[in-house]
């Protein structure tokens, strides 16, 4: 599968299935696309209801006929707007057009509804993507119980971890793969992805992206 880093937390996971992670494109000065040049989609996933994160899911969601997967509350926002959505909850694990998510902790803020991280099942392949999130221990539950192939951790700091927490995460979740994100999109957020992966190690392969480029798994 290919993986493609949208900027800031935005993920397109292109499988058997074409799944979008917190699509924050307009407005988003990092972002590689548009709204507009997103023809496909089969689910929509949103990690909580910040406006970095819900960004364009409910626009993508009109125009390709995605399906919303979101906690509750923003599934219920998003199906009173027409869109078809799976709500769910921390702990739970939907199905939804032929890509399971599972919703985990992330311990963070949100407009509405709790925010979360998710792990994505697809094409034999387990990808965890945190979301917002400070370091907590949970992460070692996460990679204990899933075994995730790859993760998505955000690194920028004041809002989420920062490059040494992330880092350290890592070593919770003993991730193989790791994508960092959240940084670089807006002056508050920068963070040195160079310094992260020194950190990691050889912990786990540190992949750096820039926004627009894939990674194939
Ligand atoms: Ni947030
Ligand atoms: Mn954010």
């Known amino acids: 599968m290919e993986l493609t880093w949208l900027g800031h937390s935005g993920i397109k996971i292109k499988g058997s299935k074409t799944v979008y992670i917190d699509p924050f494109l307009t407005g988003n000065p990092a972002a590689s696309?548009?709204?507009?040049?997103?023809e496909e989609a089969n689910v929509v996933i949103v990690t909580h209801h910040h406006d970095d994160?819900?960004?364009?899911?409910?626009?993508?969601?009109?125009?390709?006929?995605?399906?919303l997967v979101a906690i509750h509350e923003v599934a219920v926002?998003?199906?009173a707007e027409g869109i078809?959505?799976?709500?769910?909850?921390?702990g739970g694990t939907v199905e939804a057009n032929g890509v399971r998510v599972h919703m985990v902790t992330a311990i963070h803020s949100a407009e509405k509804g709790d925010p979360a991280g998710v792990v994505i099942e697809l094409d034999g392949k387990t990808l965890y993507h945190a979301g917002d999130t400070a370091l907590t221990y949970d992460m070692k539950l996460i990679g204990e119980f899933f075994h995730p192939d790859l993760c998505f951790l955000p690194i920028g700091d004041r809002y989420t971890m920062g490059v040494?927490?992330?880092a350290k995460a890592v070593e919770f979740i003993?991730?193989?793969?790791?994508?960092?994100?959240?940084?670089g999109t807006f002056p508050i957020v920068s963070a040195d992805p160079e310094d992260f992966k020194k950190?990691?190690?050889?912990?786990a392969?540190?992949?750096i992206l820039k926004p627009g480029e894939s990674y194939t798994l």
Do not use: W
């Not at 078809?84 to 921390?90: F, H, K, R, S």
């Not at 950190?199 to 912990?203: A, F, I, K, S």
């Open 77 to 79: 926002e998003g199906e």
């Open 199 to 203: 950190r990691v190690q050889n912990l």
């Open 53 to 67: 994160h819900l960004g364009d899911a409910f626009p993508i969601c009109k125009k390709t006929g995605a399906t």
């Open 33 to 38: 696309t548009t709204p507009e040049e997103i």
């Open 84 to 90: 078809t959505a799976e709500g769910m909850n921390v």
């Open 205 to 207: 392969e540190v992949i």
């Open 164 to 166: 040494p927490s992330a």
């Open 174 to 183: 003993q991730a193989k793969k790791v994508i960092p994100i959240h940084y």
